[in-house]
């Protein structure tokens, strides 16, 4: 399956290339430091969570912004969760906020406030899996450990021409295991995120930049010209609709928001009333529709502006609501769909009168 070139062939020459092409992010130790050769363990954790399905242009600011706010794991821990949640605003995967916090609470309780280094310790906590865990052991704490993200997953694939999908088990299992094979015995964490680095910025999933590519003389599938075909395209897949009404219901200069439930999508944030398509709503006026996509399915919102008269009736909730001006919005959580109702609103010259 796998090609035999030399690992310390590989680790050289990427080593090298790293050296030189790396880009300098505010989770990584500046180039040229003389303080120190890895980053804090916080940052890598932090980062690695913002990292889960994000580009690392949209990463870098929130990563300033949630530093700023929480500097160690112990104010993180202690942080109000509606802070963290709006901190967290727009990065999307809200799961990820809420699991952070309480990785940062289970060190602070359970490990003397010291990130774990070794990799079994690390999957114990919550929202890390195996390539986090990874990632963290061998970029902050030179762990000899590997890590397999997608563009990990892709250089793997096109330096031996693996044609099979990386998503399969199978295929998926050969590759941790080849990985961890090609480690070398020191500067492990730059050589992982030399990996990752390669994938993002030129073996990319479309158009690789393969000129420039420090491994082009032992790339399988450049030297077969296939590498615009590995990794194969993902199997197109029905996305399920899900639709709902946004209620908009203002009394006085004050809207109704009520909040989510702790467990599920957007767990802990706030929201305008929403209820399902099926069920039935006051009179009121449409304003509009959002639709958001998500990775497994699409909502759709009818935005509507309900009049609170004499025949108003408010729908029946268990999760605790406020009445807040819009300009109070910023101090509340919203998932982006309902920023967009925010939006509709501030712009809309249909309010109900005072």
């Known amino acids: 399956m796998f090609n035999l070139y030399t690992q310390s062939q590989l680790s050289r020459l990427l080593l090298k290339w790293y050296d030189c092409s790396r880009r300098d992010l505010p989770w990584r130790v500046p180039q040229g430091s003389a303080h ?5 363990p916080y940052y890598v954790l932090v980062s690695e969570l913002m990292l889960q399905q994000t580009q690392v242009a949209t990463v870098i600011p929130y990563f300033r912004r949630f530093l700023q706010a929480f500097p160690t794991v112990d104010k993180l821990a202690q942080a109000d969760t509606q802070q963290v949640l709006r901190l967290w ?32 310790t690390l999957l114990k906590l919550p929202g890390v899996g195996r390539y986090t865990a990874g990632a963290i052991a061998s970029i902050a704490f030179d762990r000899r450990v590997p890590i397999l993200d997608g563009n990990v997953a892709r250089v793997l694939c096109r330096l031996d021409a693996v044609e099979s999908d990386p998503r399969e088990k199978t295929t998926l299992m050969k590759l941790w295991l080849k990985a961890g094979q090609i480690l070398p015995s020191k500067r492990v964490g730059d050589f992982n995120s030399a990996l990752m680095e390669l994938g993002a910025t030129v073996c990319t999933p479309r158009n690789p930049a393969c000129r420039r590519c420090p491994l082009q003389k032992m790339c399988q599938a450049f030297a077969k ?31 109704l928001i009520e909040q989510r439930p702790a ?19 006051p009179p009121g006026k449409r304003l509009g ?38 300009a109070e919005l910023h101090q509340y959580p919203l998932p982006r769909p309902h920023q967009q109702v925010a939006a509709m609103l501030a712009k809309s010259d249909h309010a109900p009168a005072v």
């Open 289 to 326: 529709q959002i639709k958001h996509a998500l990775t497994h399915r699409l909502y759709q919102f009818d935005v509507w502006l309900i009049s609170t008269g004499t025949s108003f009736s408010l729908p029946v909730s268990e999760n605790p609501r406020k009445w807040v001006k819009l």
């Open 89 to 120: 605003q727009g990065l999307g995967y809200y799961r990820r906020a809420n699991n952070l916090q309480a990785t940062a609470r289970a060190i602070i309780s359970e490990h003397h406030g010291k990130i774990p280094s070794d990799l079994e």
């Open 36 to 40: 120190s050769t890895r980053p804090d």
């Open 225 to 255: 010209q296939i590498q615009d075909r590995i990794p194969p395209p993902r199997k197109a897949k029905t996305i399920p609709t899900c639709h709902r009404h946004v209620l908009c219901i203002c009394k006085g200069k004050r809207w």
């Open 263 to 281: 467990k599920g999508r957007w767990a802990g944030m706030w929201q305008f009333v929403t209820v399902e398509a099926s069920e039935a709503i």
